[in-house]
């Protein structure tokens, strides 16, 4: 069983950073892709970037490129998403999933696993 639970989020003033984590806490067999995923209110949700099992391939909405960088650990079953230069367009709910495959996946519907999500707040 799969239990993913993100954490990190909070309030940041615009051009501020915050790392999200995100651990899967249940009994894990297997690989898993991961990604990270925001949704704001009234909008649908969105994917932020993507991560193979193996770490070495990853995905970035053009949004946050060069601004967000997701990574891995897998001797922590953990995914991170650093988030520089934050601005009040980020303000969303982030969460992460996962996908037992090895292969990146960057199509929402495809991930099988959902965390319950974090809020991050950017103040203008």
């Known amino acids: 069983q799969v239990q993913l639970v993100e954490s990190g989020g909070g309030l940041v003033q615009a051009g501020g950073s915050l790392r999200l984590s995100c651990a899967n806490s249940?009994?894990?067999?297997?690989?898993?892709?991961m990604g990270w995923f925001r949704q704001a209110p009234g909008k649908e949700r969105e994917i932020v970037a993507a991560?193979?099992?193996?770490?070495?391939?990853?995905y970035y909405a053009n949004s946050v490129k060069g601004r967000f960088t997701i990574s891995r650990d897998n001797a922590k079953n953990t995914v991170y998403l650093q988030m520089n230069s934050l601005n009040a367009e980020d303000t969303a709910v982030y969460y992460c999933?996962?996908?037992?495959?090895?292969?990146?996946?960057?199509?929402?519907?495809?991930?099988?696993?959902w965390g319950q999500g974090t809020q991050v707040t950017v103040s203008s």
């Open positions: 999933a996962a996908k037992s495959r090895r292969n990146i996946v960057v199509v929402i519907s495809e991930y099988d696993y």
């Open positions: 249940g009994r894990t067999f297997g690989t898993y892709a």
């Open positions: 991560i193979s099992w193996s770490g070495l391939s990853t």
